[in-house]
């Protein structure tokens, strides 16, 4: 299992000059949905991150198959410390049961540079079924989360570049 995804923004021709100087490393260029022109590079090798500024998280729990090439989102939470425990006992119901239909994998994660903030990752194969999922899924953003002051939540969703 991977205990940490490293994550890092830049243009297309610094992103692939990247892939290309480590090609051992199982890194994969992303489109963001809101903004053709902003690409990620995500690094699920595990191993200690290759980029210069990278945005780490430490893996909580994962269930499913990793499916990398499709849609991928970025749930992120900041969460008090009672709302982490209550928001990580409602992730595991969901890794308890079965993958909704079109999820390929299921990611807890916890920044390392703010452990108030969790990240729920998903990777599916379209965003249609994500959105589907999203709509349905009461178990991952309760109205108490949303009527805390201090909750802030941020989603960024993400198409595999060919």
Do not use: C
Request: net charge negative; glycine share 4%; hydrophobic share 35%.
């Amino acid at each position: 299992m991977i205990r940490s995804i490293a994550i890092t923004f830049g243009s297309e021709k610094v992103l692939n000059d990247l892939k290309a100087k480590h090609p051992d490393r199982e890194l994969r260029v992303y489109n963001a949905l809101s903004n053709q022109n902003e690409l990620m590079m995500l690094d699920v090798s595990g191993e200690e991150s290759v980029f210069s500024s990278p945005v780490e998280y430490s893996v909580l729990s994962h269930i499913g198959n990793d499916h990398w090439n499709g849609f991928i989102s970025f749930i992120t939470l900041e969460l008090d410390f009672d709302q982490q425990k209550v928001f990580d006992a409602r992730i595991n119901k969901l890794m308890g049961d079965s993958l909704p239909d079109g999820m390929k994998s299921m990611y807890s994660l916890h920044s390392h540079n703010n452990i108030s903030e969790r990240v729920l990752l998903t990777t599916w194969e379209s965003s249609s079924q994500f959105e589907l999922w999203k709509k349905d899924s009461n178990l991952l953003m309760p109205s108490t989360y949303k009527t805390t002051p201090s909750f802030y939540s941020h989603e960024a969703d993400y198409r595999a570049v060919k």
